[in-house]
């Protein structure tokens, strides 16, 4: 596996999010306990669609970074990521 990069720059997990297809989405509630995720469109049912705007919103009230990767060890481009505690 590749390096995995870490980041809070809003413009960078957009463009990251978007050129993989995904969309900006929740699981639970949204705002206050919402759970970050990104849909790629796969079937589950607990993912609610946000508008970046809103999705930024909880990432930042939460304090959370997003951990992604660029590419897989065999070059693949890589859909990993995840919302951790910001240092």
Do not use: C, Y
Not at 33 to 46: K, N, P, S
Request: proline share 2%; hydrophobic share 40%; charged share 30%.
């Amino acid at each position: 596996m590749s390096d995995a990069l870490k980041t809070t720059n809003h413009e960078v997990i957009r463009a990251w999010i978007e050129a993989r297809e995904g969309r900006p989405a929740v699981a639970g509630t949204s705002g206050k306990g919402a759970i970050l995720r990104v849909d790629f469109g796969e079937a589950d049912e607990e993912l609610q669609p946000v508008e970046w705007e809103e999705f930024f919103r909880i990432m930042d009230a939460s304090n959370l970074a997003f951990v992604h990767q660029d590419m897989t060890a065999d070059g693949a481009t890589s859909r990993f990521n995840k919302f951790v505690e910001r240092d």
